[in-house]
């Protein structure tokens, strides 16, 4: 599912604001995209419109439960723990470099 958030109130500098969305299926991105780009449309043409966003979920991409605990085995670093420890594999000779 896809949906479009936004607040909606009566004038620009009044401080109380609705919340409103629209909902799109899971295939309909463009649909949202267009209809949010109507909002802020409608915000430049004068209308108290603010924080227009889109969230998504989508069950086919929606992670197993449990990733952010891994396995106590699980070893990843983002930097290399010693950078005297060259990356890659070691090259034996020039002729071993493919182009």
Not at 9 to 30: D, I
Not at 63 to 69: E, L, N
């Amino acid at each position: 599912m896809i949906v479009v958030f936004w607040l909606q109130g009566r004038a620009p500098q009044e401080t109380e604001a609705s919340p409103r969305h629209r909902v799109f299926g899971n295939g309909e991105l463009t649909a949202a995209l267009r209809f949010a780009e109507e909002l802020r449309a409608r915000r430049a043409g004068g209308e108290a419109i603010t924080h227009v966003t889109i969230q998504s979920e989508l069950q086919e991409s929606v992670g197993r439960p449990g990733v952010a605990d891994p396995d106590p085995g699980y070893n990843h670093f983002k930097r290399r723990q010693d950078p005297s420890i060259p990356l890659g594999r070691p090259v034996t000779s020039v002729w071993e470099i493919e182009v």
